[in-house]
């Protein structure tokens, strides 16, 4: 993914809209700096912010990600290890497990983690989200609680709340699916 096209399609998209930078920066809860950031450089962009931006913006995510709009309205397959690749930050890869398809009122990503020592960033952001771990052991950072989370164990919680996901021992991989409201 060119993180400069995808910064450049965020901006035209706000232009186009008719928004402010200060305006989107403030929905998202973040500094005009950092917001100005997603617009120039786009490869810092929390995948709950792009998801928030594509929703605000009334485009399709994987139209942020890519450029192309999604066409298909009735069902889309995707291969093993053909979903559409989101790099969003070191040790994490996400990959979009319905990309083509149009007017999606929820997003499944399949999500590939590498241990790290310390606590992953704690996200927020509108609506619920559903986990299930495939591979190896998640630990789920729920505000202040922690919980382990090893292959064939599920989850499902209010995203509004602060969270966030770190494989433990060795890399780990789960299944989320995001809907906002």
Do not use: W
């Not at 998202?28 to 450089?41: H, P, Q």
């Not at 605000?56 to 559409?84: N, W, Y």
């Amino acid at each position: 993914m060119e993180f400069s096209q995808m910064a450049a399609r965020i901006r035209e998209l706000r232009e186009i809209c008719g928004y402010t930078a200060e305006e989107m920066a403030r929905d998202l809860g973040v500094s005009l700096d950092v917001y100005t950031r997603y617009e120039t450089e786009g490869d810092d962009i929390p995948i709950s912010a792009l998801y928030h931006l594509s929703q605000k913006l009334g485009v399709e995510l994987s139209e942020i990600l890519t450029g192309d709009q999604p066409h298909i309205a009735t069902f889309c397959v995707v291969r093993r290890g053909r979903g559409q690749n989101i790099d969003r930050y070191p040790g994490y890869r996400f990959h979009s497990l319905a990309h083509t398809f149009k007017d999606k009122i929820m997003e499944p990503l399949l999500v590939s983690v590498e241990p790290s020592d310390h606590d992953p960033a704690l996200v927020s952001h509108p609506g619920q989200e559903f986990n299930m771990v495939l591979e190896g052991k998640i630990e789920l950072l729920f505000e202040k609680k922690r919980v382990l989370l090893e292959a064939g164990d599920s989850v499902y919680f209010n995203a509004i709340y602060p969270h966030g996901q770190r494989a433990v021992e060795k890399n780990a991989t789960f299944l989320t699916v995001i809907a906002e409201n």
